[in-house]
Structure formats: C-alpha cells, structure tokens
C-alpha cells in the first residue's frame, strides 16, 4: 500500500466542499465537483455554480448568469474608480497647497504674535512712564517732608534763643545778640511754615493707595479683556481641542463624591509642558514627573520663550475645562507649590507677578511646614500640617470651585480646602519646587478605563 499517496503515485488531495465559501479554485472556470462549466452565479450564497449545482443543491436560491453578474459588479467597480479617483485628487490639490498654506500660517501666526506685542509692549512703556512720574512724584514728597522736619527743628533752635535773648539782665549782651539775629525777620515770623502736614507720612499713604487702586482696576479691565479675546477668537477651537474632557455637562446634578472612588469617576491624564518649565527643573517618567536639582540641565527649557524664567515652575500641557476634573501628586521635599494658572499668566517677571498664586490669573496651595492657599498675593494659613505626601485637586470649572485634599491609602481623604471664583478659561495645573523637591503626577483610571 501507498501510505499518503494514491495509487497513480501522485500526492492525496482533499477537495473541497463545492459549497463553502472557498469556492473553486483560482482560475479554474470548471465545477470541481460535477467538471461542468461555471456559467451560473448564485446570489443567496454569492458563489460561482455549474447548471447541476444549480439543480442539486442550490434549488429555491436566487441565480443568475455569470454574464449578468459581471456587468453588476463591474458597474460597482467603475463607480469605486471614480470615486477613489476623485478623492486622489482632491487629497493631491490638497498637498499640493498645503506648503504654502503652513507657510502663511505660520507667518500670520509671527505677524500677530509681533502686533500683539508691540500693542502690549507700548501699553507697558506707557505705565512704565507714569511709574516714572510717580516715582518722581514720591522723591518729592519726601524731600517736602525732610524739609518739613528741618523747618521744625529751626524754629525749635530759634525759640530757645528768642527766650534766652528774652532772659538777658544786661543791656549791652542783649543789644549785641539783637543784631546777631540776621536771619530772623517779620517774613520768617508772618510765615515759618507753608503747607506743613500734621503726619509726614500721610502723603506717602495716599499715594500707595491710589496706585493700588489703579493696580485693580487695571487687572479687573485686564482679566475682562483678555478673556473676552480668547472667548471670540479662540474660544470655539478651545472647545473643540483645549485639553483634558473629565465628564460631559448632563451630570451638574449628580451627587458630590464622598469617597476615594467618586473622586475618581472624574480622573483626567496630565503630562508636564517642558517648554514651559524653568531652566533649572528636569523630567522623569514620560514628563509626569519633575524635580529641582541641577542647574540649567532642562535645555528646551531654556530655548523656549514660554518657559518660566525666574521662578521654578511649570506648567502641564492640559487645560482643564470640563464641568468635573480630578487629579492626584505626590510630593517630596519640604516645600511645593500645587497650582492651576490660565496660559497667558506672567513668565518673565522678576517679581511676584510670575509666582502662583500672586497675580489673578493662578490659585495655588502652598504646602511647606503649613498649608496656605492664594491668589492675589493673599494668603488664607490653613491650621492644618502636612501628614501625606499625595494631594488631590478636584476642580468644578463651570461650577467655579476648586478643592484640594489629602490622601492616604486606597480610599482615605482629608479635605483641607476649598476656594470659589470665577473661571473666565481653561485651568492648566502648575507646579512650583524648592531645592531636593519632586512632584510626581499620579497615574489614575480614567472613568473610560473604568467603565
């Protein structure tokens, strides 16, 4: 006997099913199992058939010739033509315009960006001239008081002499005192002392406070303005692509979280923007953590005009803007700054005004021997000490609260605080690092993973 092979010598084949998807064999215009000519199509089982197939097996199926079926098809196939066609072209007009296209984007983009500073840098010169003027305003106030108090101390001097002069026995030491008294005259009597304010110091305070409200109301018509800006002509993209969707807004009336895993249902991914971070901060852990150690090691850093230039800070690449946001760090070191700042906040000033928490565009919790919440420069002490080194930070952006909490274990937390404003954009978490900190983004499921 053959053992796997057939009689003839040639190799055993199994056939297969006439009537399975398979079909007949590539280029084969044969049945394979009744050797008749394939000139029938089957549309119930979409298969080429022979006229005993048609018989045998497919009795009550829809048939047709295979004549009939090629011109169907073959009017399918010229409509895909035409419309691949037509999308290949358009795509290529598409490349076609498409380098010039980012070019002129890209120069409008530098265009806008240089007017828009030149306006901002003329408004700064303008203030800067007026701060001239106060200051100049301030030196003479100082001099008038220091002139004041020289004034006073004359006539001090003068009225001890007069009474001495007064006292004088001797006629002849009193005429001769009389004439060495040049310098006092009906003038010096009538007038001693013009415009002598009872407290020096009250100019001085009136000025501070005139430059503070002016400081206000320029920041509130600053804050107005800006984010009517972005609200006409960015607003609409923002929506569309601005950053990190935690829920949808149906869910205003769904029940504030109590525990861990409530919080948790609003979980959003954050990663650290290196081109914002200051020179001195480097990255770890795909840009989800950032600590302070050596200096000048963050070199995109500090090729990027948006980074932090005198501050230790940064930003992550995320705004936050839906109705719900949650997000956890942790915390190593002695003090940090946890933060959420609208993008166009201060980077380049040397002071407070680029710090978190110091100006109207951030909140910040300040977490170093004791918790401190700001904004504005003002400062709400917590009487609470740091116990754990993980914070949560749940926002409501439409809602316009922002709480911040302590966590430990799987499902413990401690609130600390919680804050009310009014957010006119998207929130972008920031971070500020003492010397030997680091800041570590946690890793959280997302409600889609969960779900």
């Known amino acids: 006997m053959y053992k796997g092979k057939n009689p003839s010598g040639s190799a055993s084949k199994k056939r297969p099913c006439p009537f399975t998807d398979t079909g007949p064999s590539a280029g084969s215009t044969l049945c394979e199992k009744h050797h008749s000519p394939l000139e029938n199509y089957c549309c119930t089982d979409r298969r080429l058939i022979c006229a005993l197939c048609a018989v045998s097996e497919h009795r ?10 090629r011109r169907r098809k073959q009017r399918k196939l010229n409509n895909m033509q035409t419309n691949s066609k037509q999308i290949l072209q358009k795509e290529e007009n598409k490349l076609k315009h498409m380098g010039k296209t980012l070019e002129q984007i890209q120069e409008e983009g530098r265009e806008t960006q240089d007017y828009c500073e030149s306006v901002l840098v003329g408004v700064i010169d303008c203030l800067q001239r007026h701060y001239m003027l106060v200051r100049e305003l301030i030196r003479g106030q100082e001099a008038k008081a220091q002139s004041s108090l020289q004034t006073l101390e004359e006539l001090n001097e003068r009225d001890v002499e007069l009474h001495r002069l007064a006292e004088t026995d001797n006629d002849v030491h009193f005429l001769q005192k009389w004439f060495s008294l ?9 007038y001693p002392l013009q415009e002598v304010s009872e407290d020096p110091l009250l100019p001085f305070e009136f000025t501070k406070r005139a430059v503070e409200q002016l400081g206000e109301q320029l920041q509130d018509i600053c804050d107005k303005e800006f984010a009517s800006i972005l609200h006409t002509a960015g607003g609409e993209e923002q929506q569309q692509s601005g950053g990190v969707s935690g829920v949808t807004n149906t869910e205003q009336n769904m029940e504030e979280p109590e525990t861990r895993a409530d919080f948790l249902q609003y979980a959003c991914r954050l990663s650290l923007d290196r081109t914002t971070a200051h020179e001195d901060l480097t990255f770890a852990a795909g840009d989800t953590e950032v600590r302070l150690n050596s200096p000048k090691m963050n070199d995109l850093g500090l090729r990027s005009p948006d980074r932090f230039v005198h501050r230790m800070q940064v930003l992550c ?3 936050l803007h839906a109705d719900r946001c949650y997000y956890e760090v942790e915390v190593e070191g002695d003090k940090a700054e946890i933060a959420l700042a609208y993008r166009g906040m201060n980077r380049n000033s040397r002071t407070r005004l680029s710090a978190f928490g110091a100006n109207a565009f951030s909140w910040s919790l300040d977490r170093s021997s004791k918790y401190s919440v700001s904004h504005r420069a003002d400062s709400v002490q917590l009487t609470s000490s740091p116990s754990q080194n993980r914070i949560g930070v749940y926002l409501k952006f439409k809602e316009g609260t922002l709480a911040f909490y302590e966590v430990s274990g799987s499902d413990s937390m401690k609130f600390l605080y919680k804050l009310q404003a009014t957010f006119t954009e998207p929130l972008y978490p920031g971070f500020w690092l003492e010397k030997g900190c680091c800041i570590r983004i946690c890793d959280l499921p997302t409600a889609q993973e969960t779900g």
């Open 182 to 190: 040049r310098c006092l005259t009906d003038t010096d009597l009538l």
């Open 317 to 319: 690449k995320e705004g």
């Open 60 to 69: 009550g199926h829809s048939i047709g010739t295979v004549g009939e079926e």
